[in-house]
């Protein structure tokens, strides 16, 4: 007999455990590929924590707890203060050691501050500096209120073995995952159960996932990169509608030194702390403060140029595809973002995700309308137009407001290429990487999908040369 079927008669159980594993690996994955893969798109460093720490679950339930009540005295300190103290405070809030050094020892001159902060940011030396001399007594409270979320967190995870301890130290630093693993608890058990049953197995497993996720990712990239700089209107049309993102989205517009260029971009920006949530006026869980360059996917080098880091991502995607306008500005834009869909249409890259949602709230619009030709800009173009009109109308006559099929039915000789008659539903589960024998969220914040601190690789450079961004 030989050693391999010897082995199996010996000890059944290794090779049902084995099947047991890999099915239960894969049930994760069909119900909650986004989560997983947005998790193993971290660090190998970082994805080991994840497993460590999620093999004792109950911890991230209590932190979300913690969260909850911590996240809402912060939220109540500030709302006795003005627009301007809430977005200064909160702005300091993504450097704790900073503000634990203003707030000990009692108040310091000017002239002190100065000094003890001469190695933060420019603009984080006149927001501290704003806020010690106006008022002094908030500092102090919001520093008390982190100092007792730590204690907070020493006290949940302290009986913990020490490895769980030093991987839940680390994974509350980003507070994208803490969010992830708390929100989908049935997953955080599921693989911290692998992780306990066989460590090697789901470690595998995460190093497979992260692999065919970058290199999906670098696919994607370069798709873009390509489809977009040889269409001019769409190339004309992002460069606007990012423009009016960045007043919508009031963010101001950060420089680039011109010391590099053709060099690899990488990110590093600090997100605020997962014990005091996010600033509420995002409307959305929004971890990373990155400029608007950042979302739109490409920034200006030297003499103008536009460098290509990749797609948009789900921040911009979510706000154009949530304005039915931009479709009527920017059609050619539109086209090429769905362009983009149809061809890596199981992706969940954020792109993806923000046309996929358009795409499920938009159900009237056909297949047929869909349909990739050279008439799709134009037929985009009169999408946005009808639902212009339709809004107005709607606004002019609150009593009467009409749907979007309703009125196709009333208009459709002005719309001709646009049709009532529902598409049969498409299936959305998230593509297969390959070389992986698993079915992405996005690159997480490190942003994924999320916001990801990393963007991707040599930055495409169209017409001249990149710089890198100030950080």
Not at 24 to 51: C, E, K, Q
Not at 411 to 417: E, F, I
Request: aromatic letters at 14%; one cysteine or more; a positive charge.
């Amino acid at each position: 007999m030989k050693p391999y079927f010897a082995l199996l008669f010996l000890f059944p159980g290794l090779f049902l455990q084995a099947q047991d594993e890999a099915n239960l690996f894969r049930n994760i994955l069909a119900t909650d590929s986004a989560t997983i893969n947005t998790l193993f798109s971290y660090p190998d460093s970082i994805r080991s924590s994840i497993l460590i720490s999620s093999s004792y679950p109950q911890g991230f339930v209590r932190l979300s707890e913690v969260q909850k009540v911590s996240s809402g005295s912060f939220n109540k300190l500030l709302s006795k203060y003005d627009e301007k103290m809430r977005k200064q405070i909160w702005e300091l809030s993504r450097y704790p050691d900073l503000i634990t050094l203003l707030a000990e020892n009692g108040k310091k001159t000017n002239a002190q501050i100065k000094k003890m902060i001469e190695n933060y940011p420019e603009k984080i030396q006149n927001g501290a500096l704003f806020l010690v001399n106006e008022d002094y007594d908030l500092i102090v409270k919001v520093n008390n209120l982190q100092n007792k979320f730590n204690n907070d967190i020493h006290g949940i995870v302290k009986d913990y073995p020490a490895e769980v301890h030093r991987a839940y130290q680390q994974v509350i630093s980003f507070p994208e995952i803490v969010s992830s693993l708390s929100k989908n608890m049935r997953t955080t058990v599921a693989i911290g159960d692998l992780y306990k049953r066989n460590p090697n197995f789901i470690k595998q497993k995460a190093d497979s996932v992260n692999s065919a996720t970058a290199r999906e990712k670098a696919k994607e990239a370069e798709d873009w990169k390509k489809n977009i700089s040889s269409d001019t209107s769409a190339m004309n049309q992002l460069k606007t509608s990012s423009g009016k993102y960045q007043n919508d989205s009031g963010e101001g517009d950060e420089k680039f030194d011109q010391k590099e260029y053709n060099m690899i971009v990488t990110y590093h920006y600090r997100p605020y702390p997962y014990w005091f949530g996010c600033p509420s006026w995002y409307g959305f869980e929004y971890w990373y403060p990155y400029p608007w360059w950042y979302h739109s996917g490409f920034y200006f080098g030297l003499g103008g140029a536009m460098i290509i880091m990749g797609p948009p991502d789900y921040y911009f995607g979510h706000w154009y595809f949530n304005y039915p306008s931009h479709h009527y500005y920017y059609p050619h834009l539109s086209h090429q973002f769905y362009n983009h869909y149809e061809y890596h249409h199981r992706s969940s890259s954020g792109l993806n995700r923000s046309v996929r949602e358009w795409e499920s709230g938009n159900k009237d619009v056909s297949r047929d309308w869909l349909r990739n030709d050279s008439k799709r800009p134009e037929r985009f173009r009169q999408y946005g137009q009808m639902e212009i009109n339709r809004q107005q109308y709607n606004r002019q006559n609150p009593a009467t407001r009409i749907s979007r099929g309703d009125y196709l039915d009333r208009n459709v000789n002005k719309y001709p290429d646009i049709r009532s008659t529902p598409r049969p539903t498409r299936p959305v589960t998230p593509r297969q990487p390959q070389g992986s024998p698993e079915p992405k969220l996005i690159n997480p914040q490190i942003r994924s999908g999320a916001p990801s601190q990393h963007r991707g690789n040599m930055p495409q450079k169209i017409g001249g040369g990149g710089q890198r961004p100030r950080k």
